[in-house]
């Protein structure tokens, strides 16, 4: 079982994310930072490109679309299923800079069956109570 925010976790995304059904010009790059309450910072991305997801790191990517910051906890709420990231948005517990138009035109894709299951394994195959190799 892969830590959240490790490589191997990294690794699982892409496996399950190149399997998302094609989506021609559906692209964008995501990327997230997280904050825990003790003050520690994790940064990732996700690269979707025609609906699938093509590359996934962790770190900074040099030219992100959208920039997505919340807090570790509710990331973790997200990834696991208890917290959707609409009403997060809402509440303002997740914060969005960049191209919001794009951040849209995904809507489709994270509202899908295939993103569900996708998102259901990947929880199942996570160990969100450590975090790092």
Do not use: C
Request: glycine content about 10%.
């Amino acid at each position: 079982m892969a830590t959240w925010l490790s490589p191997e976790w990294i690794a699982d995304t892409l496996e399950l994310g190149a399997a998302m059904p094609y989506q021609a010009g559906v692209s964008a790059t995501l990327q997230y930072y997280l904050t825990s309450a003790d003050g520690g910072e994790y940064a990732y991305y996700w690269s979707i490109q025609d609906g699938q997801l093509g590359d996934a790191a962790i770190g900074e990517h040099p030219h992100p679309d959208v920039e997505l910051s919340m807090s570790l906890e509710d990331a973790r709420g997200m990834q696991t299923g208890l917290m959707d990231a609409t009403s997060a948005f809402m509440e303002g517990r997740l914060r969005v800079d960049g191209n919001l138009d794009l951040l849209m035109q995904l809507l489709p894709i994270t509202g899908s069956k295939e993103y569900q299951e996708l998102e259901r394994e990947l929880a199942r195959r996570t160990d969100f109570d450590h975090l790092g190799s």
